[in-house]
């Protein structure tokens, strides 16, 4: 018993026991309107994540053509 505790462990193996013994039962416990609803909700998710990537780009892109430039600075 030199192992600690871990609640992360704990987690992860909880989680994986649900998983399993959802995937093992053949009656379908997880309804296809439910499996359907989360690939809906994931893509939402990344859409989500795409549009503040293309904003914060589109603004990164918008400071560059502002004529600004780096000043060069000599190092001794």
Same mark, same amino acid.
């Given at each position: 018993?030199? %192992?600690? !505790? ?12 649900? @998983?399993?013994? &959802?995937?093992? +039962? ?7 309107? !439910? ?5 809906? +909700? @994931?893509? %939402? !998710? /990344? /859409?989500?994540?795409? +549009? /503040? !990537? ?5 603004? &990164? %892109?918008?400071?560059? +053509?502002?004529? @600004? ?6 190092? %001794?």
């Amino acid at each position: 018993m030199s %192992e600690e !505790f871990s609640v992360k462990g704990w987690l992860s193996e909880g989680v994986q026991g649900v @998983r399993n013994s &959802l995937k093992g +039962s053949g009656a379908g416990i997880i309804p296809a309107e !439910f499996q359907e609803h989360m690939k809906t +909700s @994931r893509k %939402e !998710f /990344l /859409l989500a994540w795409r +549009s /503040l !990537f293309d904003t914060a780009i589109t603004k &990164l %892109e918008a400071k560059g +053509s502002s004529g @600004r430039r780096a000043t060069k600075i000599k190092a %001794e």
